[in-house]
Structures are given as structure tokens and as C-alpha cells.
């Protein structure tokens, strides 16, 4: 029985045999360049994904939050990453979790790492978060006050481990330049692990970003990558040069309730609360918020004219047909959306059906 | 003790007072116009809520899916409507919720019509649903064809009754001629009942957007009002003047986990996948993702300079904020965030934390 008859409502699909491809070809770009692949989960979330993970000899994980965290431990995983600047108010929730699992923070000030050398009692490695460019979060390159306040800090613990430098080049996303950005990127952690080897012999560096990871061929002396949207993509990422579109590996099924066949327009049951607001803005000035695929048993097809979601309010979903489109749907129908931002619509459906008709796990809660 | 030493992860206060009074002012307004208050729940997804607005006088209620049907279902409402075009893949769902509970649904052509009057066992009601000038759904108020292929269709089933016409003017959220969008909406709706009131004697009109029946005081003959997001109100319906500041009645607190005194920006644990990506533009310029407030044992206070959320990704929320709040907040306090749109808000975080310190449910999944 095809999956497609366990769908009556809004239902993100994913293919696995894509998703596998994703994760094999970044495995092996890792590999290649002598590099460890910690992806971040904060895309997936989902055990299961983990499980086929472990398979391309993915050991370790990455996570934006303690509850994420939280989910994932007890699954073998040899370290769990959480890149997010430690939250102070979950100390003890940290010191818990540390217990029973292998954890690792991200460090950007002394005052929370002071707040961690007071409350661990089980060890936590940490990295510290270095902004090298894109100005969202972390430690500025050159302020090395901080930095070493941070390490200084953080000698006085037993249970609190420096592990090395992360770099998170989110400007990926927004600068044309990815080239550039990583030339830069890769002087700031080898600047940083020339500076500190001596003193932390083991330290290492990471990136992580989908777009960098995805397009570059330089990681110089970096030691570690930790891309998150990379498994499934998405649109954006199709936008950037990242992937292609038959690389993405999730599609929102959508139900079609009503057709407007002088407007063109197609009116489907997914909005803002499955899809996430993002959207592209496309050169002619409209809003993409998802492409439309046609849906069969087998997964999904693309249409040879463009038809795209135009807008979108909390349950509601305009499409801006194709007359080949308009031509082929009827009421009752199921469409597929390809995703602006993958990350935002998993989260958003906390589920995934498979091609196959089963269900794959995706973590609940914020 | 403090609902504040519940709170170390992103989490939805409400304040009970304030969602109380928003429930009573608006069905005063109904009462003083003559019209029942039938407030679309797809706000709050809540069954405590729900007892609330009970005190006020309010027995039925609207959602935007069947899933939020199911949750309310069993709450003795005297009925629970389904504001949005019916979705036909869900006709047998439909038709077992209906033998348990007083349900109405919304129909915009004839294809759905035929299909539930095929499959119905149960009766529902319907109102027909009308687009006088917003765009998104609906028929044409002018397509009589269609209201008449929806009309005769549906008096070929003895379970399908028709109800009356229901218009959402979302236009009064965009365009700031408020008064005149109702003059074309009560025009549409009273046309309507005059032309089919003869063979429908009991048919209703009814209205439901938030900035309409907020800020209106002329709703002419319509019987009935549904908006929705009046109950908590948000960031955008103050800009629009639905409501000032101090009656939005929910706001997300926010950890902070860094400060950069220098570019007066404070990092908190508080992104996409916890206030939505919704974002009001600034006048000059900058992007609004939410505005602070001070969080007290009480509840929240206003700053008397403006600090907001000027960008968001995932899990990360970067605040600018004035020399008052650089001064008062520290690494590891809590901010108050007012969302930009609270349903999309409340939809990401599925719970809330009153300020005595109790947990008020939110309807799980899509």
C-alpha cells in the first residue's frame, strides 16, 4: 500500500534514500579532507536519521539545546555538541545529563564559565565560540582577554575540559564570497590553534555551516566540520549553490481544498504552522515560501513549470500555478512543498512519514 | 514561590488577568451589538482557555483544523466550527467527530459539497465562506453560481445544513481603511441574507478578524463575531491600534546567555522555533522580531526605551537594546519578549506558565 493512503492531512515527507545520499557524500568530503564529520541534529532531530548516520561512521552529534541533548543521549553517541552559548540556568540540568552521557558546551564569556567550574561535578568538555565575521554570536577573533579569562576560568575545574575553537561562518548564507569567508575562517582557528597548542596539545577546530561545507574544497588545517542542513537541504540551500534540487530530502504533502482557475491559484492546507514563515525572495519581487513537487508513489517529481507557494498565513497556503499545474490538480488532491528552510519545517511537523509508509521519529518541545 | 524558579528553558508566560480581560471586553462588545462571540480558538489551542472564556459567556467555539476540533471536542461546547475550506480527505474524521460533538465546517465549491454529502452519516453545519475583497479564500461575493451549486448540492443530503455566510476580512490587517473594508464587508453579508434569507429563514452572518472587531463599532445586521487573536493580542495588532501594549497577555521569557556592551546587544536563548519568524518592519528600517520587557514576580513591565529582537535564527535571538536594559541585565537573567504574532507564537512553544506559577495546555501537533 503506498504511503500516500495514510495522508489526509499536512504530513512532511522524507526520503530516505536522498537523505542517505546527503549524509554519505558529506562523510565522505569529511573523509577526504582528513576531517571529523560531527553533523548537527538541530535539522533532523530525529533518532532514527541517527541511526543511518552511524553508519557512514558517524560517531558524534551536534544539538542547539540541552533538551535536544536530552533526546538524544542513551543512543551511543560518543559526544553530544551542544553549539549554543551554554545557558547558565541549566547548569545543573547539565551536570545531570553529564552524568550518564558525554557532553560537550560552547563557552563566549568568563561568567559562565565560572557558573559552570561552581556547579559541575561530572565533566563537560567545551569549546570556545570564535565570530570571525558574521557577527550573530561568539567571541570576537582577536579579543583574546576573553578568551583567556575563559581558559583561565575554566583551570580552576576539574570537571570543565577545553576542547578547542568553533567557528560558525553563518555568513555563508548572506555573502556571495564563500571563498573569502573561509580563507578568513580558516586563519582565525589556525591563528587561535598555533597560538594555544602549546599549552592544549590536543586542541582541535571546527566549522560548521552547510553552504561552506557543501560548496568549499579548502579547510586548510581544520580539524573537524559540523554542517546541520545539509541532510535534508532545502530551497535556500538550492538558492546558494549548496545542493541540487533533487538533493533535498524532505517535501511537505499538502492537501488541495480549493482551485482558482482564473487566478491561477491553488489553495492547500499548509501554512506558517508547517511550513515556518521563511521565504525567498525571488528577483521579480514575489515571496517563495516552497516549490510545488507532484507527488506519487514513489516520492516526488518536479514540474517543468515553476509553481510555487506565494503565500502563506497560519494554516493557509496560496500557490501560484502553472497552467500545466492547474491542469493536472483537482480538490482532494495531495501536492508536494519543497521547503524554504528544512530545519524550521521539521521542527514545525515534529514527524516524518517515509516512502515506504513508516514513521520517523523527530524530537518534541523546545 | 515565584513562577520565575520555574523557568530555566524559552517559555510562554501568560497573564491570566489580562487574557481574562480581553475575553470579557470583546464579548461586551458582541453583547452591546447584539451579536454572539464565537472566538476562534486557533489563537490559544487551549482547553483552560477555554474555561475562561466560558465565564464570559461563550458556547461555541471556532479552530482552523479538524486535530483542533478533536481537542476541544468533549469540553461541552454547543458547537465547534471549522473555519477553514473544508479539507475532503478528512470526510470520514469528520463524520466521527460529528457523531459525538456539534460541528460546522466552511465550504468554497461544490466538489467538497458533493463530497461530504456522500459520506456523511452525521449531521454538520455549514457556513459558506465569502471573499469580499481580502482574496485569500472564499467565493466571489458576486459568484452566485457557485453559491448556488454549493447550495443546491447540499440540499440533496439531510446531514449537511446550511448554516449562513462567514467572511474573514484579513485585508484590515494590511490596508488602514479599516472602516471602509467593514462598509464592503457588511454590504456582502447583508446582500446574502436578504437574497437567501426567504429559503434559509434561520441563516447567520458572521465576521471574525481582530483588528475589524476590535477597533469597528458599527457591525450593522451581522448576527455573529469570530476574530481570534484578540484574546492574547500581539506586537502587530498594536501597531494596526487593535490594542495597546498592556493588553497583550502572553510573552515569552528568555534566557541570556551573552552581552556585548559595545554594540549594546544582548544574545538570548529565543529564536525562530520558539517566537516564530514573523517580523514587523520598522519605519526606519530595522526588522522587529519582538519587543522587551522586564520580567517581576508579577508579570512584566515596560522599558521606557525600546529594546527589541532585531534578528533571529533557530534557537538564537539577538536583542538591540537601549543604555537602560545594557545596565539592568546580566548573563543568566530572564527577558520578557512580546511576540510580533502571538498564535504563531503560542503554535511553536505548545505550552504556557501563568504567573501563579501553573501550566496552561496548548494543543499538541498540526
Given at each position: 500500500?503506498?504511503y500516500l493512503?495514510?495522508?489526509s ?6 526520503d ?10 558529506m562523510s565522505r568530503?569529511?573523509q ?13 532531530q ?6 543511518w548516520?552511524?553508519e557512514y561512521?558517524i560517531?558524534?552529534?551536534t544539538?542547539?539545546?540541552i ?5 538524544f543521549?542513551g ?7 551542544i553549539?549554543?552559548p ?6 545543573n ?27 559541575l ?5 567545551f569549546?570556545?565560540e ?6 550573530r ?16 576560568k575554566?583551570?580552576?575545574s576539574?570537571?570543565l575540559?577545553?576542547k ?10 548572506y ?5 573569502k569567508i573561509?580563507?578568513?575562517t580558516r586563519?582565525?582557528?589556525?591563528m587561535?590553534?598555533?597560538k594555544y597548542r602549546t599549552?592544549y ?11 561552506g561545507c ?14 546541520g ?8 540551500q ?13 517535501a ?7 482551485i482558482?482557475?482564473?487566478k491561477k491559484?491553488i489553495l ?7 511550513l ?5 525572495n ?5 515571496r517563495?515560501f ?16 515553476h ?11 496560496i500557490?501560484?500555478a ?12 495531495l ?10 519545517t ?5 514527524s516524518?512519514?517515509s516512502?515506504?509508509g ?7 518541545g523546545?
Open positions: 500500500m503506498s493512503s495514510k495522508i492531512s499536512p504530513t512532511l515527507l522524507i530516505e534514500s536522498i537523505c542517505r545520499n546527503n549524509l554519505e557524500r568530503k569529511a577526504k579532507h582528513g576531517m571529523k564529520l560531527i553533523p548537527h541534529f538541530k535539522t533532523g530525529s533518532k532514527e536519521i541517527g541511526k548516520a552511524r561512521g560517531k558524534e552529534i544539538v542547539s539545546s533538551k535536544m541533548a536530552n533526546y543521549s543512543d551511543s553517541w560518543d559526544n553530544i555538541h553549539a549554543f551554554f545557558n547558565p540556568l541549566e547548569a540540568t547539565l551536570d545531570q545529563l553529564a552524568s550518564k552521557t558525554r557532553i560537550s558546551v560552547q563557552l563566549v564569556n568568563a561568567e559562565v564559565t565560572e557558573i559552570l567550574c561552581n556547579s561535578k561530572n565533566e563537560v568538555g569549546f570556545i570564535i565570530d570571525a565575521g558574521y557577527g554570536t561568539g567571541v570576537e577573533v582577536s579579543d583574546f582577554g576573553t578568551i583567556e579569562a575563559i581558559l583561565r575554566a583551570k580552576e576539574s570537571t575540559v577545553f578547542g575553537f568553533y567557528i560558525h561562518a553563518g555568513h555563508t548564507y555573502e556571495k564570497d564563500i571563498p573561509y580563507e578568513e586563519l582565525a582557528l589556525n587561535l590553534k598555533n599549552e596539545p590536543n586542541l582541535v577546530t571546527r566549522l560548521g555551516d552547510t553552504p557543501s560548496t568549499m574544497d579548502d579547510f586548510g588545517d581544520i580539524d573537524e566540520m559540523g554542517p542542513n545539509f541532510v535534508f537541504y532545502d530551497l535556500t538550492e538558492r546558494i549553490g549548496s545542493c541540487q534540487k533533487k538533493d533535498i530530502a524532505v511537505l504533502a499538502a492537501p488541495v481544498v480549493d482558482n482557475k482564473e491559484t492547500v492546507h499548509a501554512g506558517g504552522v508547517h515556518s514563515k521563511d521565504v525567498l525571488e528577483p521579480d519581487g514575489s517563495n516552497g516549490e510545488i513537487v507532484l507527488l506519487n508513489d514513489q516520492g516526488w517529481i518536479f514540474l517543468s513549470e509553481s510555487y507557494v506565494k503565500s502563506i498565513s497560519q494554516e493557509h497556503g500557490i501560484q502553472s497552467d500545466e499545474l492547474i491542469e493536472k490538480t483537482k480538490v482532494g488532491d501536492l508536494g512543498i519543497l521547503p524554504v528552510h528544512s530545519c524550521m521539521a521542527d514545525c511537523m515534529k516524518y512519514l516512502l515506504d513508516q514513521w520517523v521519529d523527530h524530537a518534541e523546545n
